[in-house]
């Protein structure tokens, strides 16, 4: 069934580089490391994923809240980045905690909005079920 929860998505990485064909339902996506860490940069870093998870969680989230508010918000952008990089962390895993401690972030709401409405969807902004889940640790088995 495709709609019940849990639904499997699937990476897998050849013998050699570390170019990654990962699919989710019907998408097909390719993650991979910079040339200059030895990737072929055909695709975002998996820390780049994760910040794309974020960053789309978040203006999905603006987009509901604005809509059944009935909130005039033309567009929201949301730009991410940390300074982690995925193939030195990856390097230090065996030894030392790793991960991303800390993503900046700051976005851009559109739309003729008063400044009571727009300080309403920043607070909403951080209910991002994507951004509470990080924030509350999650255990992967």
Request: hydrophobic residues 35%; aromatic residues 4%.
């Amino acid at each position: 069934m495709t709609d019940e929860p849990g639904r499997w998505v699937t990476a897998s990485i050849g013998a050699t580089g570390f170019r990654v064909d990962v699919t989710a339902r019907t998408h097909t996506l390719i993650a991979d490391e910079p040339v200059e860490v030895k990737g072929t940069d055909q695709g975002p870093t998996p820390y780049e994923f994760l910040l794309t998870a974020i960053g789309s969680c978040t203006v999905m989230t603006l987009r509901l809240y604005a809509d059944r508010k009935g909130f005039p918000m033309e567009g929201a952008s949301v730009m991410l980045r940390s300074g982690q990089s995925h193939e030195r962390d990856c390097e230090n895993c065996e030894k030392e905690k790793v991960g991303v401690g800390h993503v900046e972030r700051r976005i851009e709401l559109l739309g003729p909005l008063t400044d009571e409405q727009r300080t309403r969807l920043l607070e909403i902004a951080d209910r991002c079920p994507v951004k509470q889940t990080l924030e509350r640790g999650i255990h992967v088995g």
